[in-house]
C-alpha cells in the first residue's frame, strides 16, 4: 500500500434499520448525491454474512484524499439535509458517519 493511500481518509457509515432491504434502498438512492456532490465514485457496500450476529445492517465504504474534499458539502449544502437526510428518514434508517485514517508504523524499529 503507497504512503498516500495510508494517509488518504476513510469514510464508514455504519447504518442501523430492523429491515437491511429499506437500508440498503436508502443507500442505492443517496449515492448518486455523494458521487456527485463530494467526488466519491469508490463506495462500497458491506453487509454482514450473519445478520443475527451484526448490529448493523450495512456499511456504506469509500475513500477520499482529503477530508476537504468532503466534509464542506455534508456540512455547507442544503441538499444533504433536503435530500440525502430525507431518504435516511424516509427508510426509517439512521446513519452512524465515521471519519478515520489508517495508522502508520515506524518501520525504523
Request: proline share 5%; charged share 20%.
Amino acid at each position: 500500500m503507497s504512503m498516500s493511500s495510508r494517509q488518504a481518509m476513510r469514510s464508514a457509515s455504519a447504518r442501523w434499520t430492523t429491515r437491511p432491504a429499506q437500508n440498503l434502498a436508502a443507500w442505492e438512492q443517496t449515492a448518486g448525491w455523494y458521487q456527485q456532490e463530494t467526488g466519491l465514485d469508490n463506495a462500497s457496500v458491506l453487509m454482514p454474512t450473519r445478520a443475527d450476529r451484526s448490529e448493523y445492517t450495512l456499511i456504506g465504504h469509500c475513500r477520499s484524499d482529503r477530508l476537504s474534499d468532503i466534509l464542506p458539502s455534508l456540512i455547507f449544502k442544503r441538499s444533504f439535509r433536503d435530500f440525502v437526510l430525507a431518504r435516511f428518514d424516509a427508510n426509517d434508517t439512521v446513519p452512524m458517519p465515521i471519519l478515520y485514517k489508517l495508522a502508520t508504523t515506524d518501520s525504523s524499529q
